[in-house]
């Protein structure tokens, strides 16, 4: 295993985060994986099935460009071409989480055959990196769930080019996927994305 100060930074970060979100209930049952960029060929990335309220350095492996293990025999999670496909589209992406929450499970699945998920006039708008009023709309694009991730990485790498000032996206029935600069600012990224699908929830369930 590589395991170099900053290797133990990231990885301490990660696992951090991991009890956060688990605390919150948005990693249930082994469920989501988190990454930090190591450098521009290296991430730390979460192995396969470890419970994301007890994770260790010895859960978190690195992985290459390609998502292959470095010097490691813990298998990367499923989802790992999802996080790699997402730093080399985004130079100054740090770090990624990818979580498993209900209301961004059902807020998919209630979206039905829409492409995407429109959140606007909201003041927790502004948490997200960039975004400097409420006065703006964040479109949040939606993928049908499926296994092959090599396939979802295509139509990710293709939807990211088509729209480049998006902070996060859904994948259907299932979860959401973030980045940010840095751990904190994905964190941030994530605690906005959940604030404003349950506000959507509670809209729906108000409007009925
Ligand atoms: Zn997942």
Redesign the pocket.
């Known amino acids: 295993m590589i395991d170099t100060p900053l290797f133990q930074r990231v990885a301490d970060e990660i696992a951090d985060a991991g009890r956060f979100l688990y605390s919150r209930g948005w990693v249930p049952a082994t ?3 988190f990454s930090g960029r190591l450098d521009d060929q290296h991430y730390a990335l979460t192995a396969s099935g470890r419970h994301k309220g007890e994770l260790q350095r010895k859960d978190i492996l690195v992985v290459d460009r390609n998502g292959d293990p470095v010097d490691s025999q813990l298998r990367p ?3 790992t071409l999802l996080h790699t496909t997402l730093y080399q589209h985004f130079p100054e992406c740090g770090a990624v989480l ?1 979580t ?1 929450s209900v209301n961004a499970t059902v807020l998919s699945k209630l979206a039905g055959d829409a492409d995407e998920i429109i959140l606007e006039d909201y003041e927790v708008l502004k948490a997200f990196q960039g975004n400097t009023t409420h006065d703006t709309v964040e479109r949040i694009p939606l993928f049908p769930n499926t296994q092959d991730m090599v396939q979802l990485g295509k139509d990710l790498a293709q939807r990211l080019e088509q729209q480049p000032n998006i902070h996060g996206f859904l ?1 259907q029935g ?2 959401l996927y973030t980045w940010g600069r840095d751990m904190n600012e994905t964190r941030r990224h994530i605690e906005a994305f959940e604030f404003l699908f349950e506000c959507d929830m509670e809209m729906r369930r108000c409007s009925r």
């Open positions: 469920s989501g994986n999670s499923a989802e990818h498993h994948i299932h979860g």
